[in-house]
């Protein structure tokens, strides 16, 4: 059974800096490309950014880029994502994604529970 | 690229026939995904390449469309069908891979 369990959130100053990460089992992560995909209180689903399974490619929403960076620790079978100069518009609960198929798709086929990021003065 | 669904809001009865409605500003072939979403958990991916129903998913649900218009039918409306579903578009990654702004759908 696939399961992504991400962790790291929490309450952030604006300007202020978190990283997240996903751990990931019951698949061969290397062999997949993962994703970011975030979700502001009460509004739809928003793609930030995906990493291949060898740790490039990597692509990013224009909103994010420059200040959130994505990477992975194949050994550790783990996804992150570091923010920085977090801005309150980055409040999100923030879900990773297996790219179905192995190859950056943005396309999720299997996601975890995800952590809530609240970006507050 | 924009993602537009409509209806925002579905009100329907157990059996009924539901279609959404999703346009793309610009062709996105076939790469166009529907996710379901309920209340607190995690969205759940249902359709993918327009049309290809993902391991497990009841067959009442069904995927068609090509091109910037697209379309997500449940053939017979089941209680555990209330959710918000999102249609994804992933054409390209060098414009994002954007998503609708969602359907409710809910059981009269």
């Known amino acids: 059974e696939v399961l992504l369990l991400e962790s790291g959130g929490g309450l952030v100053q604006p300007g202020g800096s978190l990283r997240l990460s996903c751990a990931a089992s019951g698949f061969t992560f290397s062999t997949y490309a993962m994703s970011w995909v975030r979700q502001a209180p009460g509004k739809g689903l928003e793609w930030v950014t995906s990493?291949?399974?060898?740790?490039?490619?990597?692509y990013y929403t224009d909103s994010v880029r420059g200040r959130l960076t994505v990477s992975r620790d194949n050994s550790q079978d783990t996804l992150f994502l570091q923010m920085n100069s977090l801005r309150a518009e980055d409040t999100a609960v923030y879900y990773c994604?297996?790219?179905?198929?192995?190859?950056?798709?943005?396309?999720?086929?299997?996601w975890g529970q995800g952590t809530l990021v609240t970006v507050s003065s | 690229i924009q993602m537009t669904q409509s209806p925002s809001t579905l009100s329907a009865s157990v059996g009924d026939r539901v279609t959404i409605t999703c346009r793309a500003s610009q062709t996105i072939n076939s790469w166009l995904a529907w996710y379901q979403q309920r209340p607190g958990i995690a969205p759940k991916l249902l359709i993918y390449k327009a049309s290809s129903l993902e391991t497990g998913v009841p067959s009442r649900f069904s995927g068609s469309g090509s091109g910037t218009e697209f379309t997500l039918t449940i053939s017979s409306l089941q209680p555990d069908d209330s959710a918000t579903y999102y249609c994804?578009?992933?054409?390209?990654?060098?414009?994002?891979?954007?998503f609708g702004q969602g359907t409710k759908l809910e059981i009269k």
């Open positions: 990493i291949g399974g060898s740790g490039s490619p990597t």
């Open positions: 994804q578009q992933y054409n390209s990654y060098s414009r994002g891979y954007t």
């Open positions: 994604a297996r790219d179905k198929g192995g190859s950056i798709s943005g396309l999720g086929d299997s």
